[in-house]
């Protein structure tokens, strides 16, 4: 059982997120909470990680065209790191981090999107594309770059799920490296739905 919260670790936003103030989240333009999100303490949250427009800025001189002044226009979708959406609960010490790969020579990173109801247990790191809703990443468990799990899919303590693997929705993955060991089925579902968990933070 988690040790008792102390009053006034949470900054709580006017969508309901809970985020504590001993949580390291970078590049907070780059991140969307999707509402009564709960980022625990010592979480990482790496949206400054994203990937960036390689187009060259326009050329003053040959345009006739005047612009307000300002901060150039931005495009916020190719800024985008992470999404996470509703009632998804990042427990201590949970590392998000968008997935990457080289690209002519440099880094390029992609966008990592949380689906609703997502239970990241202590320890855990996800580089995965896509985890979808219904989601749980046990503790200390390791979801590699690319990897795409589908709605209701459990991953079990310790797994290391490799990079690029598609997990099917109601799988149940283990193992180093991962792989599917079972299902979950239709009936092995409840108490996925994680409100209550929000509202004991």
């Given at each position: 059982m988690a040790p008792k919260i102390v009053k006034g670790e949470y900054i709580e936003t006017d969508t309901g997120n809970k985020v504590s103030r001993r949580s390291q989240i970078h590049g907070t333009q780059n991140i969307i909470l999707g509402g009564r999100v709960v980022i625990q303490a010592e979480s990482v949250i790496r949206g400054d990680l994203h990937r960036t427009s390689s187009a060259p800025p326009p050329s003053s001189s040959s345009s006739s065209t005047t612009t307000a002044p300002g901060p150039p226009a931005t495009t916020t979708t190719s800024n985008l790191a992470i999404s996470i959406g509703r009632y998804t609960l990042l427990s201590p010490r949970t590392v998000l981090h968008?997935?990457?790969?080289?690209?002519?020579?440099t880094q390029t990173y992609y966008p990592l999107k949380i689906g609703e109801h997502c239970l990241i247990a202590p320890d855990a790191v996800v580089e995965a594309a896509v985890l979808g809703?219904?989601?749980?990443?046990?503790?200390?468990a390791v979801v590699g770059k690319f990897a795409i799990l589908k709605d209701y899919v459990r991953v079990?303590?310790?797994c290391v799920v490799p990079q690029g693997m598609v997990v099917p929705s109601f799988s149940v993955v283990a193992g180093r490296p991962g792989r599917v060991v079972g299902e979950c089925?239709?009936?092995?579902?409840?108490?996925?739905?994680?409100?209550?968990a929000y509202k004991k933070v």
């Open positions: 968008p997935p990457s790969k080289p690209t002519r020579g809703s219904y989601v749980q990443i046990g503790k200390g079990l303590e310790g089925g239709v009936g092995g579902v409840e108490g996925w739905d994680l409100r209550e």
